[in-house]
Every structure is written in structure tokens, then in C-alpha cells.
């Protein structure tokens, strides 16, 4: 049962099924194959059918998911991508589904109660409480035997991939050929030579310009674009209208008084006897009042803590918890705790844990220093606070005249704000503040496309700053002419020529450096190839870089092996001028532990995915409502 309790943990919230190492979010437990005869089916694997409506749901799932990474600019998704993931992992996961209950890998109910029953979100004071168990299941719109049935699902689907992610092996010779490898150190010398540097002679002719955009018209489309006009408000502009009087600096004050009136401290000794399987509550009790009594006839609090509280953590110390907070053990323990006069002992108090005798041994309180000292703070405070609310109202104000008016115009003079235009913006070449996600969605939605002009409701870009936009024209997506694509298509022409010819410089030079000395070649080239040491694949370099300086052979003797590759808008020429071959023997233990675990890991991880695409290979799959593309 343990094993199952390790393959399932966090099932409670969102499950995450790892194929090919692209996390999936599932439905929650709601279910994915049709329950409702009612419920079209989108996908059907062997004889199990994925509904439409768990297709659609988990596409939303994944799409809020990758939202949330990107902050909510939803322009930066590629939906088809996104549901092509979705789809295939549906898939995937129906076909292991499938094979495990071919296989037995199934629990019985009695198994899963036992799992809900350890689950941690459903534990009330260290034990199950049905009580939450029941409002989760009503929360969640879930039945009993909805809930069993998808837990038995999940957990065969992870036994089963479990099981084979679990078999990757990896030997001690696999081991040091990989700490070869890893170790492996080679001398580097790079040249960054810029693209820019490299001269086209010959000119874009029309036919050049006609033939690339005849093989690429469809790439060749303007995006839908938007005019728009937009007004700012920034608090700051406020700033001169708000003015502090003396009674706004004392009620600031005041509120500081009042904050740090219940801001205290309570330095508390306890002696805990426990309610428990060893313990009952009667015992307890009977138990903290002779306790009690001993106090009561004189003996030290501390000495008889140390004695006999079962706290152990407060009975080595004397009972002492140290200075305590209000609310930092919420119930009767703290009321009584926060309520007791300096040195008096309480009567016993119940809670959780037990029975308990309460002392407080000293108490701290946050003084206010005077009104004179702190008043350039105050004055600050009040400010912000009036700037604050000022602002408020002022976004209230404008949101209620972009109701009544279609004139930006008029909105920007009943504030004396500066009105903005904006031609051709798409989602992509947006700049601020039209760059903000939810400015993006006011000016590219339904309601615009199909003719809403109207202003919109304040929108606020960032703490203390709200814009206000109109859509004066609405540009569809469609294919630009070639004229209008003709200046785009010469840069583009320009750059692959360029790219061309640099292409070529570096493969001139990567040959001249197999044959000539290294210090010929840079001399004859007018390049300076500049050391950057020795590198291994575990020494951070970049990736490009790193990916080059591995790929070559190693240089012959007074020789250098070179590659390159374009980034950005530079060609880097990596050259080795000395391979160190890896030595297993300074991998040290712990390093060669992570090796082996990883290496097994990545085998299991392929063997999972061999074994899926066997799976895919015999399956009868049909796909009623999927695009082609998305499968």
C-alpha cells in the first residue's frame, strides 16, 4: 500500500501523467472516457470513448495552465499546438489504460477508501474527518463512485507506467563511458564575426522578389490590426490636488495607536498533559487538577514543568514557549493565554492536544513613539492614502462618462489627460501600454471584430496607472499584395544573401584550418579566434556553443578542428585546438550517483514511450471530431 500511496500523491489536486517528458494536465477527477450516452464522442481507443466535452475541457485546462506562464497574454499560444498535445496525450493515456486493466493492475474499493482515508486534505486535528471528505465531494460536483472509479483509473495507469519507467537500467560500464563523456574537457577559441559585415553585392531584382513571393504567398499575410486611440491616467498627475491638513496627519496617528495598541507580545510557560490512545480524557483531566494543586500550594511552575508536562520540547526549558503572538495557537489555549494577568496560573484549558496550565511570565508592548517625531511619515501616509482615493474616484468617474459618451475626446478633457493614436497595432507589435494582456483583449475580440466602437471600461496597466481605449477601425487578417510585400521580401532576400556569404567565409575558414596552422589562418582571414579555455558539457557554456565545440573531431597534431553557427545577428566560429579525454575516476561519488540515477531514469522514460508507440501501433483509433493536423 505504501507503493500506491507514493504513486498517487497529490492525486487530490491537479494529477499530472508524465509522457515523453511533457507534463499533462488532466481533468482534475472529473473523468475523461463517456459516461453520458448523451455526450459526443471525439476521440474513440479500442473501445474506450474520450467525450467531446472532456477533449474540450482538458484544452481549456492546458490553455489556462500556459496563461498563467505567460501572464495572461494569450496571443503568445499556438492553440493548434496546444490541442495537438492534449489530443495525443488523451490517447496515450487511454492506451495505457486500456493495457493496465488487461493486465490486473486494478485496486479494490476497500484499497482506495483506505487512500482517501490517509490523504492528507482530508485530516482534521491528525485524523480523517468524513466531514471534509463530504464537502470535497460536493465541491467538486463528484460522486462516491465517480471518485473511486477515476482514483482506480489513475492509479493503474501509474502502476503500469511506473513499472516501466522503473526499468532502466544503467550498468557500471554504461556509467563510465557516460563519465567519459561528461568529463571530457576541450580547449575553445571562438571568433564572433557580424552578419552585417558581410556586403551583397548584387542587387534584389523584381523576378527575385516576384519568385519568393509566388513559393510564400501564404506565409506573406498581414495579421488582423486595429486603429486605436487611448488615454492614460496616471496617479501621480493627482498628486498636486491632494493637500494634508493637521487633521488627516492626527488620524493617521491615531490608527498607528490603535494597530500597535493590540500589537503585543507574551512571554508564556505551559505544562501539557495529552489526550490519547495512552491517555483517556478523563484520566487527563484528573490528572492536569492535581497538577494544579501542587502549584497552588506553592511549588514553582517551572520546576514542576520540567517535571512532569509531557511538551517536550517546553518541559527541558521549564514550560517556557518564549514571547507568542495572539492568534499563534488560535482556540482556548490563546484566549486564555492573551486574558491572564502577568504571573497568574490558569485553571486548566482544554485543547487539541490535551489539558494544559497556562502562566504568562512577562508581556511586551509596542510603544508609539510621539506624534512630533514621526510626522514626516504621517504626512507620507496621508498622502498616499488621499492620493489613493482621490484616484479611485477619479477611475470611477471616467468609467461612468465612457458609459454615456463615444467621444475619447470628451474623457480626456474632463481630466486634462493627452489622447493617443495608434495605427495598424497587432498582437504581436503592440508597444506599451497596448502590450498589456488585458489591453490586448479589449482591442482584439469578438465585439470588435463585429463592430463595437464604444470606449472601453478603465483597464489597469499598473499599480497607480489605468488606460481607456477606442477602436476607431478593425483590420482583417488577409494576404498582403505584392507590393505590399515587396520590402519585407528584399530584407528578407537581403539577409539570406548575406547569411549566404558568411556561411561560406566560415566554411572556408574551417577547412583552411585542417590544413594550415591556426596562426596562418587567422592571419589570412583578418580574424582573431580568442581562448575561452577549457570547456566540459557540465561547465555551463551555452548551448549553441557547447552543442559546436563536442561536435567536431578531434584536431590533428598542430591543428585545429573548427565548426560554426548563426545566432542572432552574428556567425560564431568554434574551434578545438586540444581534446583531454574524461577520466571516470574524478566523477566523485555523489556526482556519479546523480549520473546513473539520470541515465536510468531517461532509459525508463524511453521504454515508456517505445512501449506507447507499440501500443498506438495495434490500437484501432478514430477520430471523430479531431483535425488532422491535431493528431
Given at each position: 500500500?505504501?507503493?500506491?500511496?507514493?504513486?498517487?500523491?497529490?492525486?487530490?489536486?491537479?494529477?499530472?501523467?508524465?509522457?515523453?517528458?511533457?507534463?499533462?494536465?488532466?481533468?482534475?477527477?472529473?473523468?475523461?472516457?463517456?459516461?453520458?450516452?448523451?455526450?459526443?464522442?471525439?476521440?474513440?481507443v479500442n473501445k474506450a470513448k474520450i467525450s467531446q466535452t472532456a477533449l474540450d475541457t482538458a484544452i481549456e485546462n492546458q490553455r489556462k495552465q500556459l496563461l498563467e506562464q505567460v501572464k495572461g497574454d494569450e496571443s503568445q499560444l499556438n492553440q493548434d499546438a496546444i490541442k495537438k498535445l492534449v489530443t495525443n496525450n488523451l490517447v496515450y493515456r487511454a492506451l495505457l489504460l486500456d493495457q493496465a486493466k488487461k493486465l490486473g493492475f486494478e485496486l479494490s474499493d476497500q484499497q482506495i477508501g483506505q487512500l482517501i482515508r490517509q490523504?492528507?486534505?482530508?485530516?482534521?486535528?491528525?485524523?480523517?474527518?468524513?466531514a471534509l471528505f463530504q464537502t470535497y465531494l460536493k465541491n467538486s460536483g463528484t460522486s462516491?463512485?465517480?471518485?473511486?472509479?477515476?482514483?482506480?483509473?489513475?492509479?493503474?495507469?501509474?502502476?503500469?507506467?511506473?513499472?516501466?519507467?522503473?526499468?532502466g537500467l544503467a550498468s557500471k560500464a554504461d556509467i563510465d563511458r557516460l563519465a567519459v563523456l561528461q568529463t571530457e574537457k576541450r580547449k575553445v577559441h571562438v571568433a564572433s564575426l557580424p552578419l552585417s559585415g558581410f556586403v551583397v553585392d548584387s542587387q534584389i531584382t523584381d523576378k527575385q522578389v516576384a519568385d519568393y513571393y509566388n513559393k510564400n504567398k501564404s506565409q506573406l499575410s498581414l495579421p488582423e490590426s486595429v486603429d486605436v486611440d487611448f488615454v492614460v491616467l496616471d496617479s501621480n498627475a493627482l498628486a498636486s490636488q491632494v493637500q494634508v491638513t493637521d487633521a488627516d496627519i492626527q488620524a493617521q496617528y491615531k490608527a498607528m495607536q490603535a494597530k500597535s495598541a493590540g500589537a503585543e507580545e507574551r512571554r508564556i510557560q505551559h505544562i501539557l498533559i495529552e489526550v490519547n490512545g495512552k491517555t483517556s480524557e478523563a484520566a487527563a483531566k484528573q490528572q492536569i487538577e492535581k497538577i494544579a494543586a501542587r502549584i497552588k500550594a506553592g511549588e514553582d511552575f517551572g520546576k514542576v514543568a520540567s517535571e512532569v508536562s509531557q511538551d517536550p520540547g517546553s518541559a527541558a526549558n521549564s514550560g517556557d514557549l518564549g514571547f507568542l503572538s495572539k492568534g499563534t495557537f488560535p482556540g482556548a489555549f490563546d484566549d486564555t493565554a492573551f486574558s491572564l494577568p502577568v504571573n497568574q496560573v490558569s485553571a486548566p484549558v482544554r485543547s487539541d492536544a490535551g489539558y494544559h496550565l497556562i502562566k504568562v511570565s512577562e508581556i511586551k508592548k509596542d510603544n508609539v513613539a510621539s506624534l512630533d517625531?514621526?510626522?514626516?511619515?504621517?504626512?507620507?501616509?496621508?498622502?498616499?492614502?488621499?492620493?489613493?482615493?482621490?484616484?479611485?474616484?477619479?477611475?470611477?468617474?471616467?468609467?461612468?462618462?465612457?458609459?454615456?459618451?463615444?467621444?475619447?475626446?470628451?474623457?480626456?478633457?474632463?481630466?486634462?489627460?493627452?489622447?493617443?493614436s495608434a495605427k495598424n497595432v497587432t498582437k504581436l507589435n503592440a508597444t506599451e501600454p497596448l502590450n498589456n494582456a488585458s489591453v490586448k483583449a479589449a482591442l482584439f475580440n469578438d465585439d470588435i471584430v463585429h463592430g463595437d466602437r464604444k470606449i472601453s471600461t478603465g483597464i489597469e496597466i499598473a499599480p497607480g496607472k489605468t488606460i481607456w481605449v477606442k477602436v476607431n477601425n478593425y483590420h482583417v487578417a488577409r494576404p498582403q499584395t505584392l507590393a505590399e510585400a515587396t520590402a519585407q521580401i528584399k530584407q528578407t532576400l537581403q539577409a539570406q544573401a548575406q547569411r549566404a556569404k558568411a556561411e561560406a567565409k566560415a566554411k572556408a575558414i574551417v577547412n583552411a584550418l585542417e590544413t594550415k596552422s591556426p596562426v596562418q589562418v587567422q592571419q589570412?582571414?583578418?580574424?582573431?579566434?580568442?581562448?575561452?579555455?577549457?570547456?566540459?558539457?557540465?561547465?555551463?557554456?551555452?548551448?549553441?556553443?557547447?552543442?559546436?565545440?563536442?561536435?567536431?573531431?578531434?584536431?590533428?597534431?598542430n591543428q585545429w578542428s573548427a565548426?560554426?553557427?548563426?545566432?542572432?545577428?552574428?556567425?560564431?566560429?568554434?574551434?578545438?585546438?586540444?581534446?583531454?579525454?574524461?577520466?571516470?575516476?574524478?566523477?566523485?561519488?555523489?556526482?556519479?550517483?546523480?549520473?546513473?540515477?539520470?541515465?536510468?531514469?531517461?532509459?525508463?522514460?524511453?521504454?515508456?514511450?517505445?512501449?506507447?508507440?507499440?501500443?498506438?501501433?495495434?490500437?484501432?483509433?478514430?477520430?471523430?471530431?479531431?483535425?488532422?493536423?491535431?493528431?
Open positions: 500500500m505504501e507503493a500506491f500511496r507514493r504513486l498517487i500523491r497529490g492525486w487530490l489536486g491537479k494529477v499530472l501523467l508524465v509522457i515523453f517528458l511533457i507534463p499533462f494536465a488532466l481533468v482534475g477527477i472529473e473523468g475523461y472516457f463517456s459516461r453520458n450516452g448523451n455526450d459526443e464522442t471525439a476521440i474513440q490523504e492528507p486534505s482530508f485530516h482534521e486535528n491528525g485524523k480523517y474527518s468524513d462516491l463512485s465517480q471518485l473511486l472509479n477515476d482514483v482506480r483509473e489513475q492509479v493503474a495507469i501509474q502502476q503500469l507506467a511506473g513499472g516501466i519507467n522503473d526499468t517625531s514621526l510626522r514626516p511619515q504621517l504626512i507620507a501616509q496621508a498622502q498616499q492614502s488621499k492620493l489613493d482615493e482621490l484616484y479611485s474616484e477619479t477611475v470611477n468617474r471616467l468609467n461612468d462618462m465612457a458609459v454615456d459618451t463615444d467621444s475619447l475626446q470628451e474623457l480626456a478633457k474632463a481630466q486634462k489627460l493627452s489622447v493617443n589570412e582571414n583578418n580574424i582573431t579566434l580568442q581562448s575561452l579555455g577549457e570547456i566540459t558539457r557540465m561547465s555551463g557554456a551555452p548551448l549553441a556553443l557547447e552543442r559546436a565545440a563536442f561536435a567536431v573531431a578531434k584536431p590533428k597534431a565548426g560554426y553557427y548563426i545566432e542572432g545577428s552574428n556567425l560564431i566560429i568554434v574551434a578545438v585546438s586540444e581534446v583531454i579525454a574524461g577520466d571516470p575516476a574524478s566523477v566523485n561519488p555523489e556526482q556519479r550517483q546523480q549520473l546513473t540515477s539520470t541515465m536510468a531514469t531517461l532509459r525508463g522514460q524511453q521504454e515508456l514511450a517505445d512501449y506507447v508507440q507499440y501500443l498506438k501501433a495495434k490500437a484501432k483509433i478514430k477520430y471523430h471530431s479531431v483535425d488532422e493536423d491535431s493528431k
